[in-house]
């Protein structure tokens, strides 16, 4: 069965960076568009990155432009989440996703357990 595992969160202080991991088993990886979502509390899951198969396509949600990157290595089944400059307002739970190509959240049909980023100030 498919398996998405992000890791690589934590608690950060505001400028400072992260990078997020998603290792992907039971799937073809280069097969699939890869996504990045989060979710804070009391709020909807909404899209932060968007990766095409071969990785020479992005696309981010405004408020992350310029300060994160999404990128993947097929070879290692794994995409990443490098988030620079970071502000109170990117604590949430990160998610990576699978299973469609589209930047809506419920459309996707695999997702990893997520992991948690806090930024204090």
């Known amino acids: 069965q498919v398996q998405l595992v992000e890791s690589g969160g934590g608690l950060v202080q505001a400028g400072d960076s992260l990078r997020l991991s998603c290792a992907a088993s039971?799937?073809?990886?280069?097969?699939?568009?890869m996504g990045w979502f989060r979710q804070a509390p009391g709020k909807e899951r909404e899209f932060v990155a968007i990766i095409s198969r071969s990785g020479k396509s992005t696309s981010y949600t405004d408020s992350v432009k310029d300060r994160f990157t999404i990128s993947r290595d097929n070879a290692k089944n794994t995409v990443y989440l490098q988030m620079n400059s970071l502000k109170p307002e990117d604590t949430a739970v990160y998610y990576c996703?699978?299973?469609?190509?589209?930047?809506?959240?419920?459309?996707?049909?695999?997702w990893g357990q997520g992991t948690q980023v806090t930024v204090s100030s």
């Open positions: 039971g799937m073809t990886f280069s097969s699939n568009v």
């Open positions: 996703a699978a299973g469609a190509v589209t930047t809506t959240a419920p459309l996707y049909d695999y």
